[in-house]
C-alpha cells in the first residue's frame, strides 16, 4: 500500500483532514464529486488534476473509479481511520501507516431500493463462511443538492473467463454453490449471476452485487439476471423460482472454461431462439441436453459435462436443486481433495 511520501494525491487530501486550506476548484462544491447528466455521482476533473481526490466521512479517500451499473457507481477507496496491524483503528502509538482498501458504492437517487435490499440478503447470510462479499458500513453523501446512498464494502479483484483447467471452474463452483445453498434455503434468488459478479479475495471466491435479488414474500419483477445468463422461464415471461439462479450459474461455468458464452443475443428473442436452437421444442431428456451440452464444451471432463448439463436443462422442473448439485461428483473430488 501507498505511504503519504509515495501518493501525492494521497498525502494532499489528507492534509484536508489535518487542517490544511484548499481553494474552490468551480466546478464542484468543495467535495471533489459531481453528479453527471446520468444521475452517477463522479470525481471532479479539475480537483482531480490539481491532485485532490474526495474524501468521504473524512475517512473513505477515494482513489478512482472502477466501474459503473445499472444502479450505481464503484469507487475504489481507502479507509484512513482503520490500521492493518491493529486491525481496527490505529491504536496509541502505532505508527504503521497501511490502511484497509475498500469498495464505495454510490446509488443513484432513482436506485436506493436496490440498496436495501441489498443490506437485507447480505445480513441473512450470515452464515455462508466468507463467500459474499462483506459489508462494512453505509451512509448518505449530497452532491449537487441531490442526496446518494453509499455502501462500503469489502475491496476484492475480478476474476476473468479464459480457457482454463477443470479445478479453477470446480473451486470457483464449490464456493458459489455455498452461498446459493443458503439463499435458496431461505427463498432469496440472487438474480444477477454473471461473470462480472464474481469476484476473490481471501483465498475464496465470492458472489457480489445482491442489489436485484428477490426476497422472500416480495413482489417478485418480471424481468432479471443478465441477458446472456438469463432462464427460458424469465424470457418467456413465465413465473420463476430459485432454479434460475442455477441456470446462470450454468451459463457462468460455461463462460469460465471456455472463454465464450454460451448463448449471447442483443435480445430475448433472439436469446430464446438460440436456446430452442439447441434444445428444440419438445422437452428434452437428461441425456440429450448431456450430448449436446457435451459438444460445445469440447472436453474429456465427463463429470463436468454432466454437471453444466444438469444446471442448463431448460426445463425448470427438472433442472438440478442447488443442495442437490453440491452432491455431485464434480465436486466431491474438489471436497476430498481439501479433506486430504
Same mark, same amino acid.
Given at each position: 500500500?501507498?505511504?503519504?511520501?509515495?501518493?501525492?494525491?494521497?498525502?494532499?487530501?489528507?492534509?484536508?483532514?489535518?487542517?490544511?486550506?484548499?481553494?474552490?476548484?468551480?466546478?464542484?462544491?468543495?467535495?471533489?464529486?459531481?453528479?453527471?447528466?446520468?444521475?452517477?455521482?463522479?470525481?471532479?476533473?479539475?480537483?482531480?488534476?490539481?491532485?485532490?481526490?474526495?474524501? @468521504?466521512?473524512?475517512?473513505?479517500?477515494?482513489?478512482?473509479?472502477?466501474?459503473?451499473?445499472?444502479?450505481?457507481?464503484?469507487?475504489?477507496?481507502?479507509?484512513?481511520?482503520?490500521?492493518?496491524?491493529?486491525?481496527?483503528?490505529?491504536?496509541?502509538?502505532?505508527?504503521?501507516?497501511?490502511?484497509?482498501? &475498500?469498495?464505495?458504492?454510490?446509488?443513484?437517487?432513482?436506485?436506493?431500493?436496490?440498496?436495501?435490499?441489498?443490506? %437485507?440478503?447480505?445480513?441473512?447470510?450470515?452464515?455462508?463462511?466468507?463467500?459474499?462479499?462483506? &459489508?462494512?458500513?453505509?451512509?448518505?453523501?449530497? &452532491?449537487?443538492?441531490?442526496?446518494?446512498?453509499?455502501?462500503?464494502?469489502?475491496?476484492?479483484?475480478?476474476?476473468?473467463? %479464459?480457457?482454463?483447467?477443470?479445478?479453477?471452474?470446480?473451486?470457483?463452483?464449490?464456493?458459489?454453490?455455498?452461498?446459493?445453498?443458503?439463499?435458496?434455503?431461505?427463498?432469496?434468488?440472487?438474480?444477477? #449471476?454473471?461473470?462480472?459478479?464474481?469476484?476473490?479475495?481471501?483465498?475464496?471466491?465470492? @458472489?457480489?452485487?445482491?442489489?436485484?435479488?428477490?426476497?422472500?414474500?416480495?413482489?417478485?419483477?418480471?424481468? #432479471?439476471?443478465?441477458?446472456?445468463?438469463?432462464?427460458?422461464?424469465?424470457?418467456?415471461?413465465?413465473?420463476?423460482?430459485?432454479?434460475?439462479?442455477?441456470?446462470?450459474?450454468?451459463?457462468? @461455468?460455461?463462460?469460465?472454461?471456455?472463454?465464450?458464452?454460451?448463448?449471447?443475443?442483443?435480445?430475448?428473442?433472439?436469446?430464446?431462439?438460440?436456446?430452442?436452437?439447441?434444445?428444440?421444442?419438445?422437452?428434452?431428456?437428461?441425456?440429450?441436453?448431456?450430448?449436446?451440452?457435451?459438444?460445445?464444451?469440447?472436453?474429456?471432463?465427463?463429470?463436468?459435462?454432466?454437471?453444466?448439463?444438469?444446471?442448463?436443462?431448460?426445463?425448470?422442473?427438472?433442472?438440478?436443486?442447488?443442495?442437490?448439485?453440491?452432491?455431485?461428483?464434480? @465436486?466431491?473430488?474438489? #471436497?476430498?481433495?481439501?479433506?486430504?
Amino acid at each position: 500500500m501507498f505511504t503519504d511520501e509515495e501518493d501525492p494525491l494521497y498525502a494532499v487530501t489528507l492534509g484536508r483532514v489535518r487542517g490544511g486550506r484548499e481553494r474552490e476548484c468551480g466546478r464542484c462544491d468543495g467535495s471533489s464529486l459531481v453528479m453527471d447528466g446520468a444521475g452517477y455521482v463522479e470525481l471532479c476533473r479539475v480537483c482531480m488534476e490539481r491532485k485532490r481526490s474526495a474524501l @468521504l466521512l473524512g475517512r473513505y479517500f477515494v482513489i478512482r473509479e472502477i466501474q459503473r451499473g445499472t444502479h450505481s457507481a464503484t469507487f475504489k477507496a481507502r479507509d484512513i481511520y482503520f490500521c492493518v496491524s491493529c486491525r481496527r483503528s490505529p491504536r496509541r502509538g502505532c505508527r504503521n501507516s497501511g490502511h484497509r482498501d &475498500v469498495c464505495v458504492k454510490v446509488l443513484r437517487p432513482q436506485s436506493e431500493g436496490t440498496g436495501e435490499k441489498e443490506w %437485507r440478503a447480505l445480513w441473512m447470510l450470515g452464515g455462508c463462511g466468507g463467500n459474499v462479499c462483506e &459489508v462494512m458500513d453505509h451512509f448518505s453523501i449530497t &452532491v449537487s443538492a441531490k442526496s446518494f446512498l453509499c455502501v462500503v464494502m469489502e475491496f476484492l479483484q475480478p476474476i476473468r473467463a %479464459r480457457h482454463s483447467d477443470g479445478d479453477f471452474v470446480r473451486r470457483v463452483c464449490a464456493d458459489l454453490l455455498g452461498v446459493l445453498c443458503v439463499l435458496h434455503k431461505r427463498k432469496i434468488i440472487h438474480g444477477d #449471476i454473471k461473470t462480472e459478479n464474481v469476484m476473490q479475495g481471501g483465498g475464496r471466491y465470492k @458472489l457480489v452485487d445482491f442489489g436485484l435479488c428477490v426476497l422472500r414474500g416480495k413482489k417478485k419483477p418480471k424481468k #432479471i439476471q443478465s441477458r446472456f445468463f438469463r432462464a427460458p422461464e424469465v424470457l418467456r415471461g413465465e413465473d420463476y423460482d430459485e432454479k434460475t439462479d442455477m441456470w446462470s450459474l450454468g451459463c457462468l @461455468l460455461f463462460h469460465l472454461a471456455t472463454g465464450k458464452y454460451i448463448f449471447k443475443e442483443r435480445t430475448d428473442s433472439g436469446m430464446m431462439k438460440q436456446i430452442v436452437s439447441l434444445f428444440g421444442k419438445r422437452p428434452i431428456q437428461a441425456f440429450e441436453v448431456e450430448e449436446k451440452i457435451g459438444q460445445l464444451l469440447g472436453t474429456a471432463d465427463s463429470a463436468f459435462v454432466s454437471f453444466v448439463s444438469l444446471l442448463l436443462n431448460p426445463s425448470p422442473e427438472k433442472r438440478v436443486s442447488s443442495q442437490t448439485a453440491l452432491c455431485h461428483p464434480f @465436486l466431491l473430488f474438489h #471436497i476430498d481433495k481439501q479433506i486430504q
